[in-house]
């Protein structure tokens, strides 16, 4: 039978001995969620924040308003800018994060429902990547913890 990401994931960090912490936004904490569903996660998961609004981001991650006014949210720069924040916060070996429109609206022509960026922060390099999710706001957001857990686990297993 086939583990479950976060189970993947966990596995790995745990024996490199490395830690992971989490800036969300249109996930609202799932991924954080799912990686402290496994027991133990704690050796491993330092920590998420959850930062839905550009208050949040600049004030919690710092995140810059010059980024967040000119790129917006749901941008490359943006989930750069919150993994960095998250690795300094946490003190992580590692940091993801993730910004999106889980819908139904907010949308536009440039970035429509279920555009996600997903970043990733380490030592040895800082990586992001967009995706395009369909769906309902349930399904996007789901989609979304996916990609960021796999994200992690490629890192991981040396693929990026």
């Known amino acids: 039978m086939k583990s479950l990401l976060e189970e993947q994931v966990g596995t790995i960090l745990r024996s490199r001995t490395l830690t992971l912490a989490l800036a969300e936004s249109c996930t609202g904490g799932l991924v954080g969620d799912r ?34 006014n000119t790129r917006g949210a749901v941008s490359r ?40 960026w997903i970043a990733l922060v380490a030592s040895d390099g800082e990586w992001a990547r967009e995706f395009h999710f369909s769906g309902d706001r349930v399904q996007i957001k789901a989609a979304s913890a996916d990609a960021a857990l796999q994200f992690v686990l490629e890192y991981l297993q040396g693929i990026i």
Do not use: C, H
């Open 35 to 68: 990686i402290t569903n496994i027991a133990g996660s704690s050796a491993y998961f330092l920590g998420s924040a959850v930062a839905y609004s550009y208050e949040a981001k600049a004030n919690l991650l710092g995140v810059s308003w010059d980024t967040l």
């Open 77 to 116: 720069e943006v989930v750069l800018e919150m993994a960095r924040g998250a690795r300094t916060v946490f003190q992580a070996d590692i940091a993801a994060s993730l910004s999106g429109i889980a819908g139904p609206g907010g949308g536009t022509d440039s970035k429509p429902v279920g555009t996600v």
